[in-house]
Structure formats: structure tokens, C-alpha cells
């Protein structure tokens, strides 16, 4: 029998920063009306997640590598160092990082899972900071997994507004990255300390 999803998050609440905890029960509190395990992302509302939208991001996956961001918060765009609304987000990768991106959404959206991500910036002001971010699965109003919504933290100085360097978005920027089990599974390859780490066949 499939665990109610509160106790899932439990059992993975050691493994993310404490700046996380307000989010997930806000998360954990959303109906669950069109899917058993999420919500829909017409319930990313002011009233509903008002508190958290200057950190969030939705986007759309419309096709292979074309995923479309409908709504990007204030901060979480200064956070990510990248001008990144109402564009596809693959357009900003580097050749060599789209293939190892397509996979990460696909095991996200596919499972349906949650993943965790740490990634070391750097801004053209010169600052380098951790960018954390907890990336979740949506549903639309039949179902479908078609949505991502992701929710970041940061260590940018306040006032920094510049943009990430160029060439700065590679595999190798990764400190961190796991999946969570949200009720279907998680696969267990996972990035620490900058390495990667492939689930066992």
C-alpha cells in the first residue's frame, strides 16, 4: 500500500536544509484533486503559496528539451543569476549539459518525483554562492505531469543583481543533487561533493 505523502516527506525531511520545512507543509497542505500524489498547477495561487512566489518558478514541459517558463519570482530569477522569464529554459544550456538535463526532468515528471539541487554560481559581480533549489512535480486538471515548479534559496549578497557568468552552467557547477520519493519511487543516482554517483544495475 502506497504511504500517505506527509510520512514520505518525513522520511527525507533529514536530508534537506531546514529553509525548506515551511515550503513542504505549505506543499504537503495543497489538494490533491487530478492526481493522487500532487497537486495541480492551478493551485500555485497568491492565496494558496502567496508567501513563496518571489522564490518559485513554474515551467511547462511542452516537448522533448522545450520546457517553457510561465512564471519566474522576482528573487528566484536574481538567485539564479539568468533572465529567464517566459523562455525555454534549454536555451540556456551549453551543448555538452542538455542531455544530462533531458534526463533529470525526465525521471522528475516521468516518476513523478522531487529532486533537491545544489549548485555553486558565479556572478559577473564576482560572488559565489550555493543556489538551492527543490524542484516538484504538477499536474494539470487531467492528470498529466506536464508541470514543474521549483522552489530556490540562496546565499547571494542582497543587492547583487548581476547575472551568472558565462560558460558558468555545466554538470561540473553540481555540488548536489538527489531525488525524493514522493510515492512512486526515486532513482537512486545521486551527485555529493561534486561527484556523481550511478545507481547500480
Known amino acids: 500500500m502506497m504511504a500517505p505523502k506527509w510520512e514520505i516527506w518525513e522520511e527525507n525531511l533529514s536530508d534537506l536544509p531546514a529553509d525548506f520545512d515551511t515550503f ?3 506543499w504537503n497542505g495543497l489538494p490533491r484533486t487530478s492526481h493522487a500524489l500532487l497537486p495541480q498547477k492551478k493551485d500555485i495561487t497568491p492565496v494558496l ?7 518559485v518558478c513554474v515551467a511547462e514541459m511542452v516537448a522533448s528539451e522545450n520546457l517553457q517558463l ?59 554562492y550555493l543556489h538551492e533549489t527543490l524542484h ?3 499536474a494539470d486538471e487531467n492528470g498529466a505531469v506536464r508541470y514543474l515548479m521549483i522552489y530556490g534559496v540562496g546565499r547571494k549578497p542582497a543587492g547583487d ?17 538527489f531525488y525524493i520519493d ?10 555529493k561533493e561534486f561527484i556523481f554517483h550511478r545507481q547500480a544495475l
Open 49 to 55: 503559496f502567496g508567501q513563496f512566489l518571489p522564490l
Open 24 to 26: 513542504m507543509e505549505a
Open 136 to 138: 516538484l512535480p504538477l
Open 161 to 177: 543583481l548581476s547575472f551568472r557568468k558565462e560558460g558558468d552552467h555545466n554538470e561540473s557547477n553540481i555540488k548536489e543533487l
Open 182 to 191: 514522493l510515492g512512486a519511487g526515486a532513482p537512486a543516482d545521486h551527485v
Open 70 to 128: 510561465r512564471f519566474v519570482g522576482s528573487e528566484f530569477e536574481r538567485l539564479a543569476g539568468l533572465q529567464l522569464s517566459l523562455k525555454n529554459y534549454y536555451d540556456f544550456l551549453p551543448a555538452k549539459f542538455i542531455k544530462a538535463t533531458k534526463l533529470f526532468h525526465d525521471r522528475i515528471l516521468g516518476t513523478p518525483c522531487a529532486a533537491f539541487v545544489r549548485d555553486l554560481i558565479s556572478s559577473k559581480s564576482g560572488n559565489r
